[in-house]
């Protein structure tokens, strides 16, 4: 057996899928082609059911799906062969033709994975993209999340009950093209290629090169600093997760409230987690939350007056509250069951007076002309308090 | 007062040192000089020392140490000026003149300060420094370690009782290069622009320009993550601690021993990171502790045979026992309280016969004559087990 389908047999015997349904993702180019050969060889064929989805962008798109369709007919697998046109859903979404490709494309596979009771797909990624994927996250900006690069298996993106696998994450390019010519495959040329990911190209074909004149084994460097960066990202998600279930007070959909003074004895790494979580809680979709927005937040709980606010990605808030820190989309429409002054400014209180706080909220002042002193010891109003005030007027 | 004091004034402040006297390490360049300048602009005059170590390396060092002699003196300041020679020193110990420079430096600033009774060391590290060194550790190889940069606060290398403080560590070489201006000061050119630090150099001129192509925003980014990845390690290394004070069985100085099952039990990361910390308690100098060496020992615990073994960084060798791994400089100098096969496949027993075993062990078989089956039910040597063998001869 070639070393890549040893490879493949022994990493998929590592998941114990069992009788599991396979979804193999194939654009037609080296990559899944490659694994979409290597898989029919080394797993039982009923197991395993191809799917192409046609973006309707390029001259040769018809050629290519018709290329899958009889590369799925020659090793007899049932396959889906589909067609999208992603520059229109891309426009009307406001998205890149990249980042619309991508979301199109795993939402095809997840459907007809759920149309065929298939538990898992498949696609090609490799060592290479890996690679890319590191460096783009470098580049653009990301803590751990972003270094980790890409996953062997987890859970599909918009369909967590189905596993997203990637069995070439460890194989490189070069191995992948070896493969191809060893078994006389002719596979199309593969989008990404064709500039539709024009970032992620000026990666692979000049910064990469020179960044190996620093280390020629940049490639191996950053695939290796993913691995490490996913296992630490790992554990301490399972930290924040903890972390968060010991600080929710209530989460109501559109704002939520934890507990200020369990935060604030965070590690800090996790103060800074728990404020991104909670973002996400009420921005599910926000893809980007700034490390500066979030330490400005972090610096006013630590410091700032109780009652003051901030912004937050997605356009959300956050209340510095007396014993509880509010996010919300809107402010104005979380219940607050605590009365706070609405400038940051102290206030002069007159006797008599009263000072408008929030949601309605009075604070009123007055003298009493007589008092009882047993009256006062017991004190039956939690939001009524009796002052001795010296009056020199 | 210029902003730049403010800050440093500001995070001065924030360390509460109270009346703890520093050494400041002044090479006479922009960034020592400026900080230096502040530092008597913004702290009582007694409680700072100027030191100068003169590597005896480049033709300007004599006027470069007469330089800072002389600034001390304006500032009415005590200094401490020496010369080393670094070169020699490198070629003895077969360092760099990079690293046997940074050596000394520190020792240099750490002796000074226990001479004048300072508690702490302050060096000029700017943000485009932090950006460099965290580019240098990507580019040849990190964990997290790598990427955090350098720390504001930290204890001295070497001198573990001292602190070592970079108050610039958030301020551009651009805003320090203005306050020279702005200050008239005159300073000399730094040693790191002269290629004593080749790397570095290539890093500065050449390839931060080139990813600025990438990321306009990328020195702000690197920094971001160095801040970012500094509290999610310093978290995963109080796990480390924690984990690690529980696995531990014995440590004697060039071997140690913990336990096998706890260990199984843990986290990769944490599996991951007590490795390292093994190999490091074994060897506390060994600075290059490889992912993939650390990767095949951690699957040889995992998949291996009992008592196989594997080579670590620094030439130590870990054993894979039955209960407890041991990590030693010389495993044949272990006490090994459990008898193992010397060989990893099967070994045949012949009745009578025996098989040496490791440490002096020996495996013996006889045949009993006659038994007493009170004595087989009580038998009283936890190093004897009575068979029932079916002798065909």
Redesign the interface.
């Known amino acids: 057996m070639p070393e890549l389908q040893k490879r493949l047999s022994k990493f998929m015997e590592s998941l114990a899928l069992g009788d599991l349904m396979l979804v193999v993702g194939v654009s037609g180019g080296p990559d899944s082609l490659a694994l979409l050969h290597g898989l029919a060889a080394v797993m039982e064929g009923e197991h395993v059911v191809v799917a192409h989805l046609n973006h309707g962008l390029r001259g040769r798109a018809v050629e290519d799906a018709e290329f899958v369709r009889k590369t799925a007919v020659s090793l007899n697998l049932p396959h889906y062969i589909e067609t999208i046109d992603v520059a229109d859903w891309a426009a009307q979404h406001h998205l890149s033709l990249e980042e619309a490709g991508r979301i199109l494309r795993y939402r095809f596979l997840a459907e007809k994975a759920r149309e065929c009771g298939a538990g898992a797909v498949v696609v090609g990624h490799h060592a290479d993209d890996q690679t890319e994927t590191v460096l783009m996250h470098?580049?653009?900006?990301s803590?751990?999340s972003g270094l980790r690069g890409m996953q062997m298996v987890r859970p599909l993106p918009e369909a967590n009950d189905l596993l997203l696998i990637r069995p070439f994450l460890h194989t490189t390019r070069n191995e992948i093209e070896q493969y191809c010519k060893q078994h006389n495959l002719q596979p199309v040329q593969d989008e990404s290629n064709e500039n539709v990911d024009f970032?992620r190209n000026?990666?692979r074909h000049q910064?990469l090169p020179?960044?190996s004149a620093?280390?020629p084994?940049?490639k191996n460097?950053l695939q290796?600093?993913a691995?490490?960066?996913a296992?630490?990202y790992?554990?301490?998600d399972?930290?924040l997760l903890e972390a968060w279930s010991d600080l929710l007070i209530k989460h109501d959909g559109s704002w939520l409230q934890f507990d200020k003074a369990k935060w604030q004895k965070l590690?800090?790494?996790?103060q800074?987690s728990t404020l991104r979580y909670g973002v996400k809680q009420i921005r599910p979709f926000q893809s980007n939350i700034g490390?500066?927005t979030i330490e400005q937040a972090r610096t006013m709980i630590e410091k700032g007056q109780v009652g003051s606010q901030a912004t937050l990605p997605g356009e959300t808030s956050l209340l510095n509250g007396y014993e509880v820190i509010t996010i919300a989309d809107d402010l104005a429409q979380v219940p607050h069951d605590l009365p706070l002054l609405l400038q940051d400014e102290p206030q002069v209180l007159t006797i008599p007076g009263e000072i408008r706080l929030n949601n309605d909220w009075v604070l009123q002042a007055k003298q009493l002309e007589s008092f009882d002193f047993t009256q006062i010891e017991n004190n039956p109003d939690d939001w009524q308090a009796l002052v001795d005030v010296q009056t020199d007027h």
Chains 1, 2 share one sequence.
């Open positions: 470098l580049l653009r900006g803590g751990l970032f000026r990666i910064l020179l960044l620093y280390n084994r940049i460097r290796n600093l691995e490490i960066v296992a630490d790992e554990l301490l399972q930290l590690p800090l790494s996790l800074r490390f500066r």
